[in-house]
């Protein structure tokens, strides 16, 4: 297997292109024609898990925190970034990071937080926006399922938890062809109509290559006409955070201790308790304090997630539990959602997590 073959497997589960801005998701060190010996799977990279990958025979390190984050001007050993990237390159390892675009997906991080949790009626908490399109073609009335078929196999018409979405209507197009065109109908140099389907589908912008190639791949004209139209609407199915409920109501103090025992965890920060029953949770793994005012439009009773700030507890203001569990215990079940990923593909490939805790913080 190669470097590009096993991250080809996390890329079509979380598309880069579903990263945020700052982001520097991908393959940060290495060669993606190498041969892959082993993956180790961590959430952080260090220098004890680049021993770790040695020692293991693993040449690909899968994690979930960019090691590259910030732009690099020198590789001299002065932090521990720069000795971790000299490091793999003298022991030939790639490293490889699936960050918030596997966060922005909905069986990704914040999916499997939920999992651990419970929670049943999901809904994502913050719907990336500008982030679909609609193309609308024109298509001979015989040819129009092939077309459409085609445009649904490259991923378009996804609404929600449907897909093969489309509308289609029929009318008249017309046009002329020129000396040197090759028209599939109608004659040169003479007008002519022919009865068409308007063709409509969504796709995620990322998509558009694919699509429209799809559609000139399938459509008969020589020319096929369509536009690509940019939509405000949310893309539901896809972004930060998640909402759902619990089986059945908790008091506040019972879904800590749920919390704790979940994620191993030896102390919560949290506001104080509002004598609420909790079945609407709110999470978003990693730091998500930004979050908290859609946990509230969504009335959950509690959200979870780490680095709130001692002034951001203050914004609950009794009407919501904040429950800062930290950020490394928060996303710490992510390396089981790359296992899976791969595993799922290529069973019998080595696949290891990483036994180093890599959390930095420690609580005495």
Known sequence: ???????????????????????????????????VSGVL??????????????????????????????GLKKIVGQDFIQRCVIKAIKNDIAIYASHTNIDNV?????????????????????PKSDTLLKLVTFVPYQHREKVQQALFNAGAGHIGEY??????????GT??????????????NVLHSEEEMRLEVILPTYLQHKVVSALQETHPYEEPAFDIIPLLNTWNTVGLGMVGELNRE??????????????????????????????K?????????EFLRDALAYKADVYISGDFKYHEFFDAEERILIADIGH?????????????????KIPNFAIRISEVNTNPINYY
Do not use: W
């Open 250 to 279: 908790m008091s506040e103090r019972e879904f800590l201790d749920h919390l704790k025992k979940e994620f191993s965890l030896s102390v919560i920060r949290h506001t104080a308790f509002t004598n609420r029953k909790v079945k």
């Open 1 to 35: 297997m190669k470097v590009s073959e096993i991250t080809s497997l996390l890329e079509e589960f979380a598309p880069l292109a579903l990263q945020e801005s700052y982001d520097n998701a991908g393959l940060l060190v290495g060669d993606k024609s190498m041969d």
């Open 163 to 172: 897909d093969s979405c489309s509308f289609y209507a029929s009318g008249t």
């Open 106 to 126: 909905k069986n990704g991080v914040n999916g499997k937080i939920a999992d651990k949790i419970g929670l049943t009626n999901r809904q994502i908490l913050k």
């Open 41 to 70: 799977i961590t959430l952080d990279v260090t220098e004890a898990v680049i021993d770790e990958a040695i020692q293991k025979n693993c040449n690909l390190i899968i994690s979930h925190h960019p090691l590259i984050f910030r």
């Open 281 to 289: 949770v709110a999470l978003c793994g990693g730091s998500g304090s």
């Open 175 to 188: 046009f002329r062809a020129g000396t040197f065109a090759n028209p599939f109908v109608g004659e040169k």
């Open 328 to 344: 490394y215990e928060s996303e710490q079940f992510t390396k089981d959602v790359f296992y899976e990923i791969i595993t799922k």
